[in-house]
């Protein structure tokens, strides 16, 4: 994988090289983004609303205005629900078309910018299509919202790349204004603002990180306060100091739930494990990439709000997405050893079979304790504390598919 192409330039404010595509690359990566969809959505089954969907689905049908029956905190997550009603009023049809049709949407915006994030991290356009791939490949950015279209998750990924991608680029206002819409779709946009304010603070920009703090304040507050809910599903009772620190104490002793944390990390990010070598890894410490913005504390920043958050584990590990794409984008630019095309093959075959991209899935029943729910939930792992006889198989697999990468590395003649 090469270093981009003409038409850089460096931003006085940044650290990095910041790439311009042309019209023809962007035209080819929406496009690109498209077929992706389409195909993983031809071998990708589907499932009526259950659980957490219940709730969206009532957002979308009846809205939040004289609704009696929201439940917290789905609730307090409109974004998606009001465009799934939006689009429904919008051409006559029923708001379960309207989720599919705005997940798919998000689907190709998500992937288009995690294209768009790559070449702003100094990568040629074809390299970012790799990466493009990787993302498409994922199990949770692409092959779960299409399977299960009436969750929120698929709509909140394109801000909080946005809002990642503004902050790398040094873009303040842009940052500030899409994390704070991207509040509407899911709590995880606390990332990039967290990423935003200290940042902010280091910089000794006081005034900027106390405006950060403030207007996440209000919204995040706000559309509690604006919201009434009729009852709450939340992970943590916050009824009482008391019973937040019980909880806070609590959750970490909790071995199951913290085994699960662990598996999901290293399966999200098994790209990066397939894809490391000492010296890629060490272009990543060493160059303009890490520089670009806080990954640390941003990757630091979700795996505090999995560990403190519901019982999806693993998808709550995959708003580590920017940092996935940062660190392959230093892998991808190494000197000593870039990635070659076979490697790269190999990798993504690795990734297509471990996330279960092209195989139907077990569609599960409202009860949690059915044996097609717990099938379903087997086939990623990582769910709450559940630890089953499916999470060793997936871990033993995950291990296997980094073995077979490394004896491939050994065996292939290094390239300058």
Request: contains cysteine.
């Amino acid at each position: 994988m090469r270093r981009t192409e003409p038409r850089e330039r460096v931003s006085p404010r940044s650290t990095a090289t910041e790439s311009v595509p042309t019209g023809r690359e962007t035209g080819v990566a929406l496009l690109v983004a498209a077929l992706w969809v389409l195909g993983v959505d031809l071998v990708t089954n589907g499932t009526p609303p259950l659980w957490d969907a219940v709730s969206y689905v009532d957002v979308a049908q009846n809205g939040l205005a004289g609704n009696e029956h929201l439940v917290a905190p789905f609730a307090y997550r409109p974004g998606v629900p009001l465009l799934a009603r939006a689009v429904a009023g919008l051409l006559g049809v029923d708001v379960l078309v309207g989720f599919d049709v705005v997940t798919r949407t998000a689907l190709v915006a998500t992937l288009f910018l995690a294209w768009r994030f790559a070449r702003a991290l100094s990568l040629a356009a074809g390299a970012a299509l790799g990466l493009q791939a990787v993302v498409a490949l994922s199990f949770f950015h692409l092959k779960l919202p299409l399977f299960f279209p009436t969750l929120v998750d698929a709509g909140a990924y394109p801000f909080l790349l946005g809002a990642l991608l503004a902050i790398a680029r040094r873009r303040f206002a842009a940052a500030l204004a899409v994390a704070l819409v991207g509040l509407a779709f899911k709590e995880f946009l606390l990332v990039p603002l967290g990423v935003l304010a200290w940042q902010a603070a280091r910089e000794r920009r006081f005034g900027r990180a106390g405006l950060v703090v403030l207007a996440t304040a209000f919204v995040f507050l706000g559309l509690r306060a604006a919201i009434p809910v009729e009852r709450s599903q939340q992970f943590v009772d916050l009824s009482s100091l008391e019973n937040v620190w019980i909880y806070l104490r609590w959750v970490p002793l909790r071995w199951e739930r913290d085994v699960n944390v662990v598996f999901s990390v290293a399966s999200y990010f098994l790209p990066c494990l397939l894809l490391v070598t000492h010296e890629r890894w060490r272009a990543w410490r060493a160059g303009p990439i890490r520089a670009a913005a806080p990954w640390g504390l941003a990757l630091g920043l979700v795996l505090l709000l999995t560990l403190y958050g519901g019982t999806n584990v693993s998808t709550f590990v995959s708003y580590g997405l920017p940092v996935q794409l940062a660190v392959l984008a230093a892998f991808a630019t190494a000197e000593e050893r870039p990635i070659g095309r076979a490697e790269l093959v190999l990798a993504l075959v690795a990734l297509g079979v471990f996330n279960r991209v092209g195989v139907l899935l077990p569609v599960p029943r409202a009860e949690l304790a059915h044996a097609d729910s717990l099938a379903y939930l087997d086939v990623y792992a990582g769910w709450g504390s559940r630890l089953s006889s499916a999470t060793l198989a997936r871990a033993i697999e995950l291990v296997a598919w980094i073995a077979l990468l490394h004896v491939v590395r050994r065996a292939t003649p290094r390239r300058g």
